[in-house]
């Protein structure tokens, strides 16, 4: 069944940097678009970056533009987030999510900025 | 760009139906046919019940339908639930810009 399992988060200091990982099976994860969405402590949901199927195209919020990278590598089936310069403000879960309609999601992983 | 606005709840009686609005502008919600709805209990990941304004993925129940009306969406639940006691969110693409999704502000729906 298709399934994706977010990891690499944890605590870290403000203005350090930290990587996710986001494992794909069940389905072909070169077709697919792919998001990073977040959602702080005790609030909505934000959407984060979107990478195109073939890793081509790029988007991210305003709110992490220059800092976050999104890429994919498909030979390993598995989707990455490079955040540098992190800030309090970043502390989340961040969530993995396939296609342009997010119709599959991971459990999350926690990142908290903290000194 | 500033996230959709939704109600923060809504209640409603077991068997009784409940509509939840999300409300943007022209170029998000107005502007593409792109809106989603998800549904998140405490502690999971959020789950898509309806896509492409009114689509519902298989598995997801008829009870369930969305629509949209100019800058405005809905989301509505017929025939409430107690399992229908959580939390919902819209999300509208919104173009080829530095942002190209936009959430809703997340709403509250309470079975009485």
């Known amino acids: 069944q298709v399934q994706l399992v977010e990891s690499g988060g944890g605590v870290v200091q403000p203005g350090r940097s930290l990587r996710l990982s986001c494992a794909a099976s069940g389905f072909m994860f070169s077709e697919y678009t792919m998001h990073w969405v977040r959602q702080a402590p005790g609030r909505g949901l934000e959407w984060v970056a979107v990478?195109?199927?073939?890793?081509?195209?790029?988007y991210y919020a305003d709110s992490v533009k220059g800092r976050f990278t999104i890429s994919r590598d498909s030979s390993r089936k598995t989707l990455f987030l490079q955040m540098n310069s992190l800030i309090a403000e970043d502390t989340a879960i961040y969530y993995c999510?396939?296609?342009?309609?997010?119709?599959?999601w991971g459990q999350g992983t926690l990142v908290t900025v903290s000194s | 760009q500033s996230a959709l606005t939704q109600p923060r709840s809504v209640s409603g009686s077991p068997g009784q139906s409940v509509t939840i609005s999300c409300t943007g502008t022209?170029?998000?919600?107005?502007?593409?046919?792109?809106i989603s709805w998800y549904q998140q209990h405490p502690g999971k990941a959020p789950k898509l019940i309806i896509y492409d304004v009114f689509k519902r993925p298989s598995g997801v129940p008829d009870r369930f339908s969305g629509s949209k009306s100019g800058n405005t969406a809905s989301l509505t639940i017929s025939g409430l639930q107690a399992d229908d006691d959580t939390d919902y969110y819209c999300?509208?693409?919104?173009?080829?810009?530095?942002?190209?999704?936009?959430f809703g502000t997340g709403t509250k729906v309470t079975v009485l």
């Open positions: 022209s170029s998000d919600v107005g502007g593409y046919n792109y």
């Open positions: 999510a396939r296609d342009r309609r997010l119709d599959c």
């Open positions: 990478i195109s199927n073939d890793g081509t195209i790029k």
């Open positions: 999300c509208s693409y919104v173009g080829r810009d530095s942002l190209n999704y936009v």
